[in-house]
């Protein structure tokens, strides 16, 4: 079927954009079961891919990347079976002000808070 079918059979469909679509991936490699036994440097390095898509989903204009839809994404992210989480590092008063840091080892170390790297125009 193709997109404009799909689209008319199935009005309320709202397509993802490609930030929210590569968060996604993020969240779903951290649900494998395997994703455990990878190395403590991966999972870091990879909560830090997923929590910069997160802040260009801040810092974008595509209606719909709310924050409730980011600390949503958070959530999912944080159900690993490990010990890398990532955090929000600052409650932001407002769209575009979101700081998020990754922690691991049981033990509140921190990383350097990440800095934004603007990916969407």
């Known amino acids: 079927m193709d997109d404009n079918n799909y689209k008319k059979e199935n009005p309320n469909f709202v397509p993802k954009h490609f930030l929210e679509t590569h968060a996604d991936v993020y969240i779903k490699a951290a649900k494998d079961p395997s994703y455990k036994d990878t190395?403590?440097?991966?999972?870091?390095e990879n909560a830090?891919?997923?929590?910069n898509?997160?802040?260009n989903?801040?810092?974008?204009?595509?209606p719909g990347y709310t924050r409730d839809l980011i600390a949503k994404k958070i959530n999912e992210f944080n159900k690993n079976d490990t010990d890398v989480k990532v955090i929000i590092y600052d409650l932001y008063q407002q769209?575009?002000?979101l700081k998020l840091v990754i922690g691991w080892g049981g033990k509140g170390e921190t990383t350097d808070l990440i800095e934004m790297t603007l990916l969407d125009n």
């Open 39 to 44: 190395s403590l440097g991966f999972r870091i």
């Open 57 to 62: 989903m801040d810092k974008s204009v595509v």
């Open 48 to 51: 830090g891919s997923f929590a």
């Open 95 to 97: 769209k575009g002000s």
């Open 53 to 55: 898509y997160l802040l």
